[in-house]
């Protein structure tokens, strides 16, 4: 079994500037991959980022990449995301989540282990 614990959330202003950890223990060299994930009241989760460990390929949702950057150190088995010129639509509970094949994949469906969530809100 795989634990992730995730972290960094809070409120910010408009523009102002999160990161988020997320940090594995537990049978962690099973994972291969890692991605994280937002969900708001009422809409489904919506995919942000994605990492492959050994790697290191990224991939962002369209809407992310230039204001959303994940990295990973891998001695620590430790995942980041850093996120810049928030805005009040990235309000959401932000998930990180892993799995076990070394495919970047958007699907939630394709990730077997989850954290808890980490509330992002961003104020006007």
């Known amino acids: 079994q795989v634990q992730l614990v995730d972290s960094g959330g809070g409120l910010v202003q408009a523009g102002g500037s999160l990161r988020l950890s997320c940090a594995a223990s537990?049978?962690?060299?099973?994972?291969?991959?890692m991605g994280w994930f937002r969900q708001s009241p009422g809409k489904e989760r919506e995919f942000v980022a994605a990492?492959?460990?050994?790697?290191?390929?990224?991939q962002y949702a369209d809407s992310m990449e230039g204001r959303f950057t994940i990295s990973r150190d891998n001695a620590k088995n430790i995942v980041y995301l850093q996120v810049h010129a928030l805005r009040p639509e990235d309000t959401a509970v932000y998930y990180c989540?892993?799995?076990?094949?070394?495919?970047?994949?958007?699907?939630?469906?394709?990730?077997?282990?989850w954290g808890q969530g980490t509330q992002v809100t961003v104020s006007s």
């Open positions: 989540a892993a799995r076990t094949l070394d495919v970047l994949s958007r699907s939630a469906s394709g990730y077997m282990y």
């Open positions: 990492l492959t460990w050994s790697g290191g390929s990224t």
């Open positions: 537990g049978r962690i060299f099973s994972i291969r991959s």
